[in-house]
């Protein structure tokens, strides 16, 4: 997420400086190489110095402590925000680590992205046209909203606002239900070493491909969405109970208005009059 920030930063516009930071020494060189940013460094707080808006790129469980290494470089009035899945969790775990400076936490949630992970899957393209959740808590000025709203219309992004928890809950059903049950399925599927593989088809690939996702990210997004994920999968739970119920009775009029309910839902929600 990080990578193609930079490169959408530099293809869309020359008003930005960009100034990035990484851990490895291999992952800054790279970002120099790819044109990622114009500089690099080796400390959060030197990225942040001087900067007007300042993106956490972190697994959400590292954002606070990101938050807090960027401190003695924050200029007063930075905005800081994150690109990741969950945002009322996140939100309380920072607003603490800047009580003594004059910056502000807005939370950002890019629908975009892949399961690929590393520079080497930045993409200059992944923001243009995509969903940007901005997610301001009670706290947060008018000024601050706007530029981050602005930054991210920037690069192409179309911005919503949406409160903190009522975010969390709907990504938990739009988002993380599907990685969990994604990731479910491909290890129901592959529980044994049976030489399964030339009958994998696309419908599997494709139901699956998000499975490939890194576990870190995940479990972070799952210990910080708890409540909301639990919810959506008792929701999904009872779907399965009630589709199990209809193969036992051997209710095939019922199993074919199921399905057929199914893909309506499915097409009203992609394809909607």
């Known amino acids: 997420m990080g990578g ?10 020359a008003d930005f400086t960009v100034v990035a930071y990484a851990r490895r020494a291999e992952t800054r060189a ?5 044109g990622v940013a114009d500089r690099v460094v080796d400390t959060p707080a030197a990225a942040a110095d001087g900067s007007d808006v300042v993106v956490l790129c972190v697994p959400v469980l590292k954002l ?23 945002k009322l969790d996140v939100i309380e775990a920072i607003a603490p680590a800047l009580t003594a400076s004059d910056a502000e936490f807005v939370g950002s949630h890019p629908i975009a992205g892949s ?18 959740v901005v997610s301001p808590s009670d706290t ?3 000024e601050a909203v706007t530029r981050l709203t602005g930054f991210w219309e920037a690069l192409g992004g179309k911005v919503q606002i949406i409160d903190p928890q009522r ?4 990504v938990a059903r739009t988002s993380h239900l599907p990685h969990l049950v994604a990731a479910t399925l491909a290890g129901t599927v592959c529980r044994a070493p049976d030489d399964i593989s030339p009958l994998c088809g696309s419908g599997f690939r494709d139901t699956t491909r998000i499975a490939s996702g890194s576990a870190e990210i995940w479990h972070d997004i799952v210990r910080t969405n708890r409540s909301a994920i639990q919810a959506e999968l008792a929701a999904f739970g009872a779907s399965l109970d009630a589709l199990r119920a ?3 009775e051997e209710d095939y009029e019922g199993l074919h208005r199921y399905l057929d309910a199914c893909r309506a839902r499915r097409l009203k929600v992609f394809n909607p009059e």
């Open 64 to 86: 606070a402590e990101m938050a807090r290494a960027c401190l003695p470089g924050l200029n007063p009035g930075a905005v800081l925000t994150d690109v990741g899945s969950t």
């Open 140 to 142: 947060n000025s008018d």
């Open 4 to 13: 193609s920030l930079g490169l959408a930063l530099k293809r869309k516009t």
């Open 167 to 170: 975010h969390d809950e709907l």
């Open 115 to 132: 399961e690929e992970t590393g520079i080497e899957a930045a993409r200059a393209d992944l923001y243009e046209g995509a969903t940007i």
């Open 246 to 248: 209809l193969i036992d």
């Open 30 to 34: 790279a970002a120099l190489t790819m």
